[in-house]
């Protein structure tokens, strides 16, 4: 009878699809099964002879503790097969990592006293993927419920907004045309065309940040002279700079090839220095330059405007935040260009920076590699 129960037992630990691991009452291994020998990448038992439970790097010191208290513990934990090779643990033929169900149950004898420990162990990395997908799926919902809301108020108030202004200028030279002065009339024109400027520039920096987020941009990126492409996209920022009595400095060398798409980068630039332009006061000063390494090439624009605090730096191409800030003129901007600008550098596989002082001004500046 007793023989008998040792082969079943002896059966179930060889064929049992979970790993079994059995240890004396110092936490030295006795035998492992078939099992666990391929869980771990372990091509005999005698590779892992002498190996100690309580030498597992991946045990906590309170789960040792547990254990040798007589305690069952059930557990998960991410395999590391870089520590088991960190502290030459034994040989294995796996690499990186997995996740594990652990249960560590010790053997009592009839005085309560642990004896030894059975472990088993099934590998779960399937379903912690899987659990971890769908973190990051309703991550992803999330962040697209905070960016429609945002979409949606910026069609709301950003667009609206300027439209009432329109509406009421029309309406007054429309009504009192020959009742107010040629110089009136003149103003009220130059600010029609200022409101229908930014409002065109806000329309077009929306439709350019939907068509990337749908992915119906097509990325074509070719090499071609960055002085060259950028050229009128200056001379018209120049044109506003000047405006507002801006200095603005064109520091491109001529020789910069660059490999990008390049609509993407104009818009990039446009948005840059119009920003720029936006929050530097009358009599400031704004630079551009650009330098190319052996792997990226740098483009900056630095500004002696009004600057951005420490709290503030943090909201900048945060879809969800309500940071905002008037311009020097009391510009009005609704944060979607600096978005557009990040995603239109991270699909070149860049970065983009801010770094900023509060009344002494902004530089903003990103990399793309020079290999497309």
């Known amino acids: 009878m007793i023989e008998n129960k040792k082969n079943i037992f002896r059966s179930v630990f060889l064929q049992s699809p979970i790993a079994i691991e059995l240890y004396d009452e110092w936490g030295k291994l006795i035998e492992i099964n078939p099992a666990g020998l391929a869980m771990f990448g372990i ?48 040989h294995t033929t796996k690499e990186g990592k997995m996740h594990l169900n652990c249960l560590i149950a010790p053997w009592l004898s009839n005085h309560a006293d642990t004896i030894g420990y059975t472990v088993h162990i099934r590998d779960v990395t399937r379903r912690k993927n899987a659990e971890l997908e769908l973190k990051r799926i309703a991550k992803d919902l999330q962040q697209l419920n905070y960016e429609k809301d945002k979409f949606q108020s910026i069609i709301a108030h950003d667009l609206r907004s300027p439209f009432t202004g329109l509406l009421g200028y029309t309406k007054l030279l429309k009504e009192e045309f020959n009742e107010i002065t040629n110089e ?18 806000l329309l077009e920096n929306l439709l350019e940040w939907s068509k990337l987020q749908s992915e119906k941009t097509i990325f074509e990126p070719v090499s071609f002279n960055l002085l060259v492409e950028l050229h009128q996209i200056i001379e018209v920022a120049r ?30 630039v446009r948005n840059l220095l119009a920003n720029a332009i936006k929050f530097t006061h009358s009599g400031g000063e704004i630079i551009l330059t650009a330098e190319k390494s052996e792997v990226h090439t740098h483009l900056s624009v630095k500004d002696t405007g009004v600057g951005i605090s420490n709290h503030d730096l943090n909201k ?20 979607i260009g600096l978005l557009l600008c990040k995603d239109i550098i991270q699909k070149h596989n860049g970065e983009i920076f801010v770094e900023s002082e509060l009344g002494v001004g902004t530089k903003v500046s990103f990399k793309i590699p020079n290999q497309a």
């Not at 597992?56 to 007589?70: A, F, I, S, W, Y």
Request: charged content about 35%.
């Open 316 to 335: 900048l191409f945060k879809m969800n935040s309500e940071f905002k800030s008037l311009g020097t003129n009391n510009e009005k901007g609704s944060g």
């Open 184 to 201: 009136d009339k003149y103003i009220h024109i130059e600010k029609i065309e200022k409101l229908c400027a930014d409002t065109l520039g």
């Open 239 to 268: 044109d506003l700079a000047e405006l507002k009595s801006i200095k603005l400095k064109n520091n491109l060398a001529d020789s910069i090839e660059i490999i990008a798409d390049k609509n993407m980068l104009k818009t990039v």
């Open 43 to 90: 091509s005999s038992p005698k590779a892992v002879e002498g190996f100690n439970l309580f030498n597992d790097p991946n045990l906590t010191d309170e789960m040792k503790e547990k254990v040798k208290r007589g305690e069952s513990i059930d557990y998960e934990i991410e395999f590391d097969f870089d520590l088991v090779k960190k502290y030459e643990l034994y």
